[in-house]
């Protein structure tokens, strides 16, 4: 084992890696409490959406050890997971949006997830993502995180919906969800403060223990303890719904609607491309592995990344990335696959823990006695606030200084959460970007990519609004 993964060589031992794989998987493990929370909303089975997570993400992580040697483990990609619910299904969007059926997205998923292994074959995903400026890269990664932040405080009861202004701070007197929400978002913020590893967990799980402790002390409903440990199921309601999909999203990309299937499918390949890159490069800057600013063995960790992907579609879960939670177990001592491996074992070990799962990912109802339930989620909305502003470091790295640069970074970043559609914030980042550099005469600055994305965005505006205004 010890020659397999060059432990030895990269100055590590078995234990470090043990360790550092096991401190990964704490920091990462909010995503199996989320991930079946999110993707319900889209009608899918929870239980096979948890267990479809924790199988995919454990032969991404397998896969990832085996391949590339690299302490990196993969997930289904916060971020995804809001974009397959709120755009590709198109949840509480309106009237005559155009959205997919979750086997359709599924079905898209995984399709992109294949485009993504054969792009990391033959070098064409490097080269796609040095074509998109960094600007825009920086943007879109801090809009995601307000996006993500947006839904914690919706679904910790910490805002409404208000006619005039469209949201506004909650009333906090008697909203016991935005209590639970608060003390739930100290725990983290405090455990963080202190470097406590599994801070995001520790807190989820405190979180539950409050929420079950009012439901339990008061007369207000909030979850019941169904057990920790259960026997996996709900597999069977998610995997193979992708290959139903893949007829009626192929009539759907044969008519009227490619634009927008083509479109779709852009917005899941640069996020995963942003995703993996970046993560690949921080984590392998941390652990000392870059060689002359190259990272060896790259396409090899790609194509963990994109066949993680494809299993995780096929099987019922979003888009699996690489996870920068991973630079916890480097600094735990890791430095090798074994403990990306250690991970994936820890994700199969979670199988058995479904009845905690589904109760903490269930919600809270807080609708009034025989009306139709509105769940709100004190104990992920902290996760959720907490995973946002760290995503916001993004914004270190724009140049403010150039117009042309910081404006459509900033136009994407806002975009996103005030328009509830990350693919309305890629678009309009790109095209302000294209025409920024346009009218400013430095049009070689900008990639051809990027200008022919741009317009077809256009088109595909322009196109929408001329149907929608027809009688």
Same mark, same amino acid.
């Given at each position: 084992?010890? $020659?397999?993964?060059?432990?030895?060589?990269?100055?590590?031992?078995?234990?470090?890696?043990?360790?550092?794989?096991?401190?990964?998987?704490?920091?990462?493990?909010?995503?199996?409490?989320?991930?079946?929370?999110?993707?319900?909303?889209?009608?899918?089975?929870?239980? *096979?959406?948890?267990?479809?997570?924790?199988? !995919?993400?454990?032969?991404?992580?397998?896969?990832?050890?085996?391949?590339?040697?690299?302490?990196?483990?993969?997930?289904?990609?916060?971020?995804?997971?809001?974009?397959?619910?709120?755009?590709?299904?198109?949840?509480?969007?309106?009237?005559?949006?155009?959205? $997919?059926?979750?086997?359709?997205?599924?079905?898209?998923?995984?399709?992109?997830?294949?485009?993504?292994?054969?792009?990391?074959?033959?070098?064409?995903?490097?080269?796609?993502?040095? !074509?998109?400026?960094?600007?825009?890269?920086?943007?879109?990664?801090?809009?995601?995180?307000?996006?993500?932040?947006?839904?914690?405080?919706?679904?910790?009861?910490?805002?409404?919906?208000?006619?005039? #202004?469209?949201?506004?701070?909650?009333?906090?007197?008697?909203?016991?969800?935005?209590?639970?929400?608060?003390?739930?978002?100290?725990?983290?913020?405090?455990?963080?403060?202190?470097?406590?590893?599994?801070?995001?967990?520790?807190?989820?799980?405190?979180?539950?223990?409050?929420?079950?402790?009012?439901?339990?002390?008061?007369?207000?409903?909030?979850?019941?303890?169904?057990?920790?440990?259960?026997?996996?199921?709900? &597999?069977?309601?998610?995997?193979?719904?992708?290959?139903?999909?893949?007829?009626?999203?192929?009539?759907?990309?044969?008519?009227?609607?490619?634009?927008?299937?083509?479109?779709?499918?852009?917005?899941?390949?640069?996020?995963?491309?942003?995703?993996?890159?970046?993560?690949?490069? *921080?984590?392998?800057?941390?652990?000392?592995?870059?060689?002359?600013?190259?990272?060896?063995?790259?396409?090899?960790?790609?194509?963990?990344?994109?066949?993680?992907?494809?299993?995780?579609?096929?099987?019922?879960?979003?888009?699996?990335?690489?996870?920068?939670?991973?630079?916890?177990?480097?600094?735990?001592?890791?430095?090798?696959?074994?403990?990306?491996?250690?991970?994936?074992?820890?994700?199969?070990?979670?199988?058995?823990?479904?009845?905690?799962?589904?109760?903490?990912?269930?919600?809270?109802?807080?609708?009034?006695?025989?009306?139709?339930?509105?769940?709100?989620?004190?104990?992920?909305?902290?996760? $959720?606030?907490?995973?946002?502003?760290?995503?916001?470091?993004?914004?270190?790295?724009?140049?403010?200084?150039?117009?042309?640069?910081?404006?459509?970074?900033?136009?994407?970043?806002?975009?996103?959460?005030?328009?509830?559609?990350?693919? #309305?914030?890629?678009?309009?980042?790109?095209?302000?970007?294209?025409?920024?550099?346009?009218?400013?005469?430095?049009?070689?600055?900008?990639?051809?990519?990027?200008?022919?994305?741009?317009?077809?965005?256009?088109?595909?505006?322009? &196109?929408?609004?001329?149907?929608?205004?027809?009688?």
């Amino acid at each position: 084992m010890a $020659l397999l993964f060059r432990i030895r060589e990269r100055q590590s031992t078995p234990a470090r890696e043990v360790v550092g794989g096991l401190t990964t998987f704490m920091a990462m493990s909010y995503i199996l409490f989320v991930q079946p929370a999110v993707l319900s909303m889209a009608g899918m089975d929870s239980g *096979g959406v948890f267990m479809a997570t924790c199988i !995919a993400s454990a032969a991404a992580c397998v896969l990832m050890g085996l391949a590339s040697n690299y302490p990196i483990a993969l997930a289904p990609g916060m971020g995804e997971n809001f974009f397959f619910v709120f755009t590709l299904c198109g949840v509480g969007a309106g009237a005559g949006v155009f959205r $997919l059926t979750w086997p359709e997205a599924l079905a898209l998923t995984a399709g992109v997830g294949a485009i993504f292994l054969l792009m990391s074959t033959v070098g064409l995903r490097s080269m796609l993502l040095n !074509a998109i400026p960094d600007a825009l890269k920086s943007g879109i990664a801090a809009g995601i995180g307000l996006f993500i932040a947006l839904i914690g405080f919706e679904w910790g009861n910490l805002i409404r919906h208000d006619a005039a #202004t469209c949201v506004h701070l909650a009333d906090i007197h008697g909203n016991y969800v935005a209590a639970l929400t608060l003390a739930g978002l100290g725990v983290v913020m405090v455990l963080m403060a202190f470097r406590v590893r599994g801070a995001i967990l520790i807190g989820i799980l405190a979180t539950t223990v409050a929420t079950w402790a009012v439901g339990a002390l008061t007369p207000v409903e909030t979850i019941s303890f169904h057990g920790v440990v259960g026997v996996p199921r709900g &597999l069977d309601q998610t995997a193979g719904a992708f290959w139903n999909g893949f007829g009626t999203l192929g009539g759907k990309l044969l008519g009227e609607h490619a634009l927008e299937v083509v479109g779709f499918a852009f917005v899941l390949l640069f996020m995963d491309l942003f995703d993996t890159v970046g993560t690949l490069v *921080g984590v392998a800057s941390r652990a000392k592995l870059m060689v002359d600013g190259r990272l060896p063995r790259a396409q090899h960790a790609l194509m963990a990344d994109a066949a993680g992907t494809v299993v995780g579609g096929c099987l019922g879960t979003s888009t699996v990335t690489s996870f920068i939670e991973s630079v916890t177990g480097v600094a735990s001592g890791a430095r090798t696959g074994l403990a990306a491996i250690v991970t994936g074992a820890c994700m199969l070990a979670a199988l058995f823990f479904q009845p905690l799962v589904q109760m903490i990912g269930g919600g809270v109802n807080i609708a009034p006695a025989g009306a139709a339930p509105i769940l709100r989620y004190p104990m992920i909305a902290p996760a $959720l606030i907490v995973v946002g502003a760290m995503m916001m470091r993004a914004m270190r790295e724009i140049d403010w200084d150039d117009v042309t640069e910081s404006l459509p970074a900033f136009l994407a970043m806002v975009s996103i959460p005030f328009t509830f559609s990350i693919a #309305t914030g890629i678009a309009i980042g790109f095209v302000s970007y294209a025409f920024g550099k346009l009218i400013s005469g430095r049009a070689k600055q900008c990639s051809i990519i990027v200008y022919v994305f741009a317009a077809l965005f256009i088109l595909q505006y322009a &196109l929408g609004a001329w149907t929608h205004a027809i009688p």
